[in-house]
């Protein structure tokens, strides 16, 4: 006689494929149970596309393994057909997916490192490629984990250290390592100045890809005191106000209430985390319906105003934003007073610098990209700028303003890439000219003795 399924609704004989089924089924239950709990207890570590992602994929399955469990003794043949085209979609996908991910994802995501004080760093003592339709370089990783030469900490009584805070602007992502503003602000303040006992100027380039103000803060405080610095600059940039705030959303915070660090290594043993941004770095399509999914969420969460473009991060540098962002800018300029604090006891000079992402310049800058942040017919408002310049007046911090400088350049090679936010080398000729006029009226010509700026 043949044994019969002892479980309720499933008839037939009890056979292998119906146990994997039944295994399968439970694997999906378990499954789905799990990323509803992570989205309760650990919502920031992904938002809404990849709730949406992974339930349908599970939904789907679970249905498809049911339908087939309840069908399968009088239609297996049928089933097996299904399974089949099932299957082969399923590995068709696969495939074209990894391809058009291969050929179609720039290879210029910077290999980091999680930490438990700044959430990521670059790896130092190793080479980054950077390849787009655009541009296409190596980029060098020095020992102290930045973008640059070697740099020894024990600076000689005859140099003036400058070290830049910053993002990927900072950073210098899409021109090679001797065409950011930090090297050719170096270069020029050298040909300027009166070497006056063989004096000479150093800026180490700090930048690092999506950092915001709270993270320059520790990455200066934790690893960066050692280089004794003369001159801070933090450049800040119009993604750090929504950036901020899912950074310290996720920081650790001490008894008195005060921020100790911001962990990236919990984030890194996730395996949701680990399996997003594998499909991020891999899977073209598939990204192409995360980033997608998130534009419709308007989620606040690392997943999509740190590693995708998010309408959101700039949405307060338009005019259509109505948001009440009184409680988001205060959150910004507390890590900036914090950096300037930490300057002036130390007795370290302090600058701020805000500069303009292409929408903010002209038409003509930036034309394709923007539009996955904003509408082709968006217009700028100048609210943000007044804003910052109005905390730095109220706190007595050095402002650098480069916006006027951009709005004003009259050259005929762009300042930012067609799709790219980020400057071309021209944009970064323009910063370090600001820099530097700057720099030797404000910092450098009473204590090196520069010759005037012509």
């Known amino acids: 006689m043949e044994s019969r399924s002892s479980l309720p609704g499933i008839p037939g004989k009890l056979t292998p494929l119906k146990k994997i089924i039944i295994a399968s089924l439970a694997i999906g239950i378990t499954a789905a149970a799990g990323i509803l709990y992570a989205r309760q207890s650990i919502q920031y570590r992904f938002g809404l596309a990849v709730i949406i992602l992974v339930v349908s994929i599970l939904v789907s399955v679970f249905l498809l393994l049911l339908i087939t469990l309840l069908l399968y003794d009088r239609h297996r043949h049928l089933l097996g057909k299904i399974w089949l085209v099932v299957m082969s979609l399923s590995v068709t996908y696969l495939i074209v997916d990894l391809a058009s991910g291969y050929f179609l994802i720039p290879a210029h995501s910077p290999r980091n490192m999680p930490d438990r004080y700044v959430h990521h760093k670059l790896i130092p003592n190793t080479t980054l490629a950077f390849v787009t339709s655009e541009y296409n370089y190596i980029a060098r990783i020095n020992n102290l984990a930045l973008r640059g030469r070697h740099i020894e900490l024990k600076k000689p009584a005859s ?81 750090d106000l929504i950036q901020e705030m899912v950074y310290k959303k996720i920081a650790t915070y001490g008894v008195d209430g005060d921020i100790i660090g911001v962990d990236g290594c919990n984030e890194e043993k996730q395996f949701i985390a680990r399996v997003i941004r594998w499909i991020n770095r891999n899977l073209y399509v598939t990204r192409l319906v995360l980033l997608n999914v998130n534009k419709f969420s308007k989620a606040i969460n690392i997943e999509n105003v740190v590693t995708m473009a998010s309408p959101e ?76 310049n109005e905390f730095s007046n109220n706190n007595g911090i050095d402002l650098l303003n480069v916006f006027p400088a951009f709005r004003s350049y009259a050259g005929k090679s762009p300042l930012y890439y067609d799709h790219d936010m980020h400057w071309t080398q021209m944009g970064h000729r323009l910063m370090a000219a600001e820099l530097k006029r700057y720099m030797l009226s404000k910092y450098l010509h009473s204590r090196m003795r520069a010759i005037p700026v012509n």
């Open 159 to 239: 140099l003036y250290r400058i070290v830049m805070l910053g993002d990927s602007f900072t950073m210098g992502k899409g021109v090679e390592d001797d065409k950011t503003f930090s090297v050719v602000l170096e270069k020029e303040l050298n040909e300027k100045c009166t070497k006056i006992n063989n004096q000479s100027v150093e800026v180490v380039n700090a930048g690092v890809v999506s950092y915001s103000p709270i993270l320059s803060y520790f990455q200066l405080t934790k690893y960066l005191s050692p280089l004794e610095p003369d001159l801070v600059v933090l450049n800040l940039d119009m993604s």
């Open 313 to 388: 991060l700039l949405r307060h540098t338009l005019v259509e934003d109505r948001r009440q962002r009184k409680e988001q800018w205060q959150n910004l300029f507390d890590s900036i007073v914090k950096i300037k604090n930490y300057c002036n006891e130390n007795g370290i000079d302090f600058l701020l610098t805000i500069y303009p992402w292409g929408h903010q310049v002209s038409k003509n800058e930036w034309r394709h990209g923007r539009l996955a942040f904003m509408s082709a017919d968006a217009v700028v408002s100048d609210k943000s700028v007044h804003v910052i």
